[in-house]
């Protein structure tokens, strides 16, 4: 499994981590046995949020990380509404209560909603001197947003986790550009399009799996790869059995040629320059 230097902090972070929105759906001792696999197969970043399954999913993660809580690269969300000075840190601990750790890797700001940007980072930042998150970030953030949480927190924003998918490449235009320009990571999310995924009976869908073939890859470990081919992004897909995080982990290692990225590129057009980032 590749990793790279993850924004600004000095991790190594693997290009496909794992995401865990709804895993409280899957059947639990199969969502555990899933995100023990991947971090046996390196899959060492993982996301959660107190949102999902309003705290189900940070627990089942708890339990998949017992006794490995140093191998991970561990990341948690606050809801906007829970973004103020004294919310951010509430809420902190009650995401560390249910993940049973004393610390998270890094603390997303879910999404931009009512409280002042300069609030929830003052937040982070107090945080992050008392040892309970090592870094902290953004998500679903376009560049009018991270322009300004640039001017109050230069060079601390350790990443921006948004939507991303061969059917979604509209953060190619400008977020990503402005992320490596900044040193800012681009985690992307969603990036199977959750139920979208290229059928093989699709022209898009065909490409991926002639390029699978070429590799003794799969179509999905092709998407991962194109998705994670400029240096600051990384991947996060969530998957509830061991065996489709086996599948997602063989992206980690997969080099894709020139021709094949220019091959998906035109089978999966990044589309016209959006006028602000869709959210979900
Ligand atoms: N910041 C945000 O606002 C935000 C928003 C959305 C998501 N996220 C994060 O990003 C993560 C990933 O996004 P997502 O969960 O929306 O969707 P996703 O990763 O694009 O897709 C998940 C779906 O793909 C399936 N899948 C995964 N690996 C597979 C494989 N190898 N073969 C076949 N099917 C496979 C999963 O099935 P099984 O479950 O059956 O394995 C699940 O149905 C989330 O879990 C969450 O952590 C963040």
Redesign the pocket.
């Known amino acids: 499994m590749q990793t790279r230097p993850f924004g600004s902090t000095t991790r190594a972070v693997p290009l496909i981590g794992q ?5 409280e759906g ?1 059947e639990r001792a199969a969502a555990i046995a ?1 995100l023990r696999t991947g971090l046996d197969l390196g899959m060492t970043h993982i ?3 107190e949102m ?1 399954g309003s705290g189900a999913s940070e627990e089942i993660v708890a339990e998949a990380i017992a006794g490995r809580r140093d191998e991970v690269f561990l990341v948690s ?1 606050v809801l906007p509404e829970n973004a103020s000075r004294t919310g951010v840190r509430a809420a902190c601990e009650r995401s560390l209560g249910r993940l049973k750790t004393d610390r998270l890797d890094g603390y997303l700001l ?2 931009r909603g009512g409280h002042p940007l300069a609030e929830t980072i003052a937040a982070f930042d107090e945080l992050q001197r008392a040892g309970k998150i090592l870094s902290w970030g953004v ?2 953030f376009d560049v009018a947003d991270l322009e300004e949480a640039q001017r109050i927190a230069d060079g601390r924003i350790a990443c921006n ?1 948004v ?1 991303y ?1 061969l059917g979604e490449r509209a953060i190619e235009h400008a977020v990503i550009p402005w992320c490596e320009r900044h040193g800012v990571a681009v985690v992307g ?7 979208r ?1 290229p059928s093989p009976r699709t022209a898009g869908g065909r490409v991926l799996a002639e390029i699978a073939a070429v590799h003794g890859a ?1 179509a ?1 470990q092709v998407a991962l790869a194109f998705l994670t081919r400029r240096p600051p992004v990384f991947v ?6 061991a065996g ?1 995080t086996a ?2 982990a063989g992206a980690g290692d997969l080099g894709l040629s020139p021709d094949d990225i220019a091959r998906i590129d035109a089978a999966f057009p990044r589309g016209p320059r959006p006028r602000s980032l869709p959210m ?1």
Request: charged letters at 15%; glycine letters at 6%.
């Open positions: 995401g865990t929105w709804m895993i899957a899933a996301d959660t949020a999902y969300k879910h999404w998500s679903n986790q939507l998918h999310y969603s990036p199977f399009g959750q139920s995924f799969t999905r996060i897909p969530k998957a509830s059995s489709h599948d997602n979900l």
